[in-house]
Structures are given as C-alpha cells and as structure tokens.
C-alpha cells in the first residue's frame, strides 16, 4: 500500500486532519508521505505505530491533569435565585464580579473534572468529582451539602431577630453541636480538569490516599477493583 494511501485511510478512521501531530512527525515527513509512490515495508509500519504511540503517550501526560485554579479563597454570596450558597461571587448582589472571577467560573463551568475543598488552615477536607456534569453546578451542590453524617461543630444559637443584648452572666446560653453544610467550614478550593476516562481513578487516588484527613463519607475504590 502506497504512503498517501496509508494517510488517507488514517485520516478515515481517526476523523482527524492533524496527522502529523497525532504520528508525531515531522510536516516535512508528511508532506513527503503524502507525495509519495512508493509503497510502505513491514519495517516502516511498525515505525510509524511506535511513533504514533509515543506521541499518544506524551500527549496524554500533559492533557491527562490540567490545574483549573488552586487554593482559591472561598467568597460566599447566594446564586442568583438565592436557593443556594456559591463559593465565588458571579452575581451582581456583592457588586460586579472581577474578569478574574468570570473567567474562573466560565472555566469551572465547560470542564468536568475533580475538585478539592480546604479548610481555614489548608488542610483538605473534601474531594469530589464532576463527571457526569461540569465542574462549577457540581461545586456549588456538594458545597450546600448537609456533613451531618461526616462533621458536627460546637456553637451558641444567639438571636437573629432584633433583641436586646443580655450578657451571658444574665443570660447563659447552652452550647450545642450542630450539623453543618460544607459551606460553614470550607476556606479555600482547587479544582482539576481531568480526562474523563481517569477522573474516577483520580477522585479515587484522592480520597483512599489521604483517608486519615479528608471527610468524605464513602471510600472509593479504583477501576481495577471496583467490580470485585
């Protein structure tokens, strides 16, 4: 089979024009594959599978992971219809949002991915995944998520309507634990776009790594066991 041949037929069954990236060769190779007679051997087939799968394995290293934003600080305002609490302001209701902050949330907005929530000190204290939505509505949901099973805080219920203000010597009020949504003690986030065939893996990897620190409920497992 002729070169051109070869290239055409590639072209059929990959769907893409951008061959010489995806062999990874040269444009002067290309361009002298596609004018060319002759027909290819054994030898040079197998040369241009191993090029092509070197340049697919380089070209997944750097497209596997991708930083989207790291140890963000968290700046809490209500969504637009005010059903839920965001962690970075993209409305008008604390004034108009930075182009920092609209290019942060259209990024978490078209990338799917997994994504980390830190307390005041830096310290992980949950991982999650967005696989079967983008990154931005799957933060937003896990961060007005109830941690009743998994966090408790200590904490006085004091008035929010407009009393009189009684010292606690007059007026004790009992210290009771409370359930808390994530958004009561997260302080900071990252998140990750990561191909979609590794993001369970990762979220995985996440989660059973740091499994003394972090308090996701359920521990998840990998790809190679999670049918045992």
């Known amino acids: 089979m002729k070169r051109r041949d070869v290239l055409a ?27 060319s007679d002759r027909d290819l051997n054994a030898v040079e087939v197998a040369k241009i599978i191993k090029t092509a799968v070197a340049a697919k394995h380089i070209s997944v290293c750097y497209t596997a992971i991708k930083p989207i934003v790291e140890f963000y600080p968290i700046d809490m305002a209500e969504s637009r219809c005010g059903a839920k609490i965001e962690p970075l302001s993209t409305n008008t209701n604390k004034g108009v949002p930075t182009l920092y902050q609209e290019g942060l949330h259209d990024a978490l907005s078209t990338r799917k991915g997994v994504y980390i929530f830190y307390d005041s000190r830096g310290r992980a204290i949950y991982a999650g995944k967005a696989r079967d939505q983008f990154l931005w509505p799957e933060i937003v949901s896990v961060f007005n ?43 900071f986030f990252s998140a990750y776009e990561v191909d979609g065939h590794l993001i369970d893996d990762v979220e995985s990897l996440l989660i059973r790594g740091f499994a003394n620190d972090l308090l996701n409920k359920s521990m998840e497992r990998f790809a190679s066991v999670r049918d045992l």
Request: glycine share 2%; net charge positive.
């Open 145 to 187: 998520r109830d941690r009743k099973d998994t966090q408790e805080l200590y904490y006085v219920n004091h008035p929010s309507t407009n009393v009189d203000f009684t010292v606690a010597a007059e007026y004790n009020r009992q210290i009771v634990k409370h359930h808390v949504k994530l958004c009561d003690v997260a302080a």
């Open 9 to 35: 037929a590639l072209e059929r069954a990959t769907g893409r024009s951008d061959l010489q990236e995806y062999l990874g060769v040269t444009r002067q190779t290309m361009s002298n594959w596609k004018k």
